[in-house]
C-alpha cells in the first residue's frame, strides 16, 4: 500500500501551525485497535471464522464514529487509516464525534442473507464492551447497508435488555433512521461540487462527469447529476467495468441495467471500458467513489479531469497527489466531499435521543448548511495559506481536534 495522501498533508498542516513531531504523533496515533475473531454457522452446518476489528482513533471532540466494512482486504492498516480519516471529517463537519472504523475480513457476495445477519449479530457480541451511543457509534460502509445497521441495533438492544435507536446510524427510516441518510453523502458532494464550479469559475457548460463506483454513494450521485442540466455523466464504472458515452448516459437507464443483470456489462448505447480507462477519461469532473488508492504515482499523470472530487475514502495516494497538486488539477479531499454521510449520521443520533424526528427537507438544510460552512471555510484558508484543498481541510480540522485535546489536558504545551 503506498503512503495515503491524508498523512503527508496532516504533516504539512501541522508544520503550518506550528506543531512539535511528538504531538503530531499524538494526533495520528490510534487510542485504540481491537481486534476479535467471529465463528459464525454457515447453512451449511459449517463454522467459519472472520477476522475482525474495530479502530479507535480520536475521541477528543467525542465519542468514536465511523462505518463498518464487509471487505476481503480489510486489515489493521487500511482501517487505521479510515478510522484517522473519520476522526478529521468529523471535525470538517463540526460535528460532535471522534474518529474510529470498523471492517470484517470476508467477501460478503459468498455468504447468504442468513450468513451476513449471523456476522452482524457476531460483530457486535465481539465488540459490545467497546462500542455504544456514548462510546462509539458503528454506521454502514462498503458492502454494508441499513438492514446491517438494523440487525445490529437489534442485536445490541437484545444484549442490553432495552431499545437503543442510538446505538448506530444508518438504519432503515422503518426503524428509525434518519430521512435523508441514504442519499446524504451524495447530496453533500454534490453541494461541495456545485460550490466548486462556482469557485473554479468552470463556465463550460454541460460539465462532463465521470464516477468510479456505482455503490450507494456513486450511484446516488448519479441521480442528482441527472436532475442537473449543468451536468452530463458520461462514463460510470462498477467493480467489474465501467461504460462510457461523450454524448452522456441515461442515469436511469444505467441503474436499472445494473439492477437487472447485476453489472454494466453490455449496457447499450455506450462503449465498455475498465475502470482504469474510465480514470483517465479527457472529462471536467472524475470522482472516484470507490475503494482507496485508485489514482497513484502510477497513473496520476495520465489524468485529464481539472477536478477530482472524492466521494470514496483515500482514493489518491501522496504521491498521486503531489503529481496531480504540480499539474494544476484541483482535488476535493474525501474529509470534505464525503461528509454528508456522516453529517446525517449525526442527525440521526440527535433525532434518536430526541425520539423527535425531522422532515426530510430539514435534513437537507440542516446538511447543505454543515457543508457550505466547511466548503467555504476550506476554500478560504486555501486562498489565504496558498495551499491545496486538502491541506487546508487539515489546517481547519487540526485546530479544532488539537484545541479539544488540549482542554482536555491530552496535549501539554504551547497553545
Ligand atoms: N462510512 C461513512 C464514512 O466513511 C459514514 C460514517 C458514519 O456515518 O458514521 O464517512
Redesign the pocket.
Known sequence: MEQPAYQVALKEAAQILGRSDVELDRLMTPDRIIQADIAIQLDSGETAIFSALRVQHNAARGPY???IRFHPQVDVEEVKT?SSL?TW?CAVANIPFGGGKGGVKVDPKKLSPLELERLARGYVQAFVKHIGPNQD?????VNTNEQTMAWMMDEYSRIKGHQMHDFV??KPVALFGSKGREMA?SLGGKFILDLMIDHLQITKRPIQVAIQGLGNVGGGLAKLLSLDPRYKLVAVSDSQGGSYCPTGLEVSEVLAHKQTNGSLAGFPYSHDITNAELLELDVDVLVPAALEEQITSSNAEHIKAKLILELA?NPISASGDAILNSRGISVVPDILA??G??TV?YFEWVQNREGWYWEEGEVNGRLQKLMLEAGQQIIKIADEKKVSLRVAAFLLSLERVDRAMRLRGKLVGRN
Open positions: 464514529k465511523g462505518g479510515l473519520m471529517k457509534v458503528p454506521a454502514p460502509d446510524t444508518g453523502t475514502n464525503n461528509a454521510g456522516v449520521s
